[in-house]
């Protein structure tokens, strides 16, 4: 059962792996936005002092629940912000870039900690599923066989030991019907004398 169940495990591995490859180049990249971001935002720090950052706030996030090589991930599906109404004429000029730069980097985060949170998962099943490899092709696969090796060696060695010991039981009978001859002979020999 092992040995037909053990492509199918490696198969598992396999795509969690490639999973897990994606999920980190993905995760990478979301840094690498994130830190483009950020340096946006820092060009601009003198003036985030004046910025009222309650402007912005995440309202919801839209999750759906997806079946990778038989585990389930967490999927981002919307993430919607609040963004409050604010005094278009009594406000800079600038508020406007500056709730696009939040929104931007909010958004970027919140993929970024899914992504995450889904490489996370990925890779604890990928682990468990190439120690279950390992365990079936290192230590389960070779002590079966083994034990059937044993077995079939003993079987062979119990029907070895009964065909000898046929043999020496059809051996003694051929002995002692050649001595019952022998014997018969022997006696209708001595009767024929007499």
């Given at each position: ?28 990249e979301l840094d690498r ?79 970024r900690e899914f992504v ?10 990928r682990r468990k599923t ?65």
């Open positions: 059962m092992r040995q037909r169940t053990l492509p199918i495990i490696k198969s598992k591995e396999t795509a969690l792996r490639l999973e897990v490859k994606k999920c980190k180049d993905e995760a990478d936005k994130l830190e483009q971001q950020i340096a946006g935002y820092e060009s601009m720090y003198a003036l985030w002092g004046e910025f009222d950052q309650s402007l912005v706030a995440l309202k919801d996030v839209e999750l759906d629940v997806k079946k990778i090589a038989g585990v389930r991930v967490p999927i981002l599906k919307n993430i919607r912000l609040d963004v409050k109404p604010f005094g278009l004429f009594s406000a800079p000029k600038w508020y406007f870039d500056g709730i696009n730069l939040l929104q931007g980097l909010a958004k970027t985060a919140v993929e995450v949170a889904k490489l996370g998962l990925l890779d604890h099943a190439t120690q279950k490899v390992n365990l079936f092709e290192k230590v389960q696969i070779p002590g079966f066989q083994e034990a059937i090796r044993k077995i079939k060696r003993f079987m062979e060695d119990e029907e070895n030991l009964s065909k000898s010991s046929q043999k020496i039981l059809k051996s003694l009978q051929e002995k002692r019907k050649k001595a019952d001859e022998a014997k018969a002979a022997e006696k209708q020999g001595k009767e024929g004398a007499a």
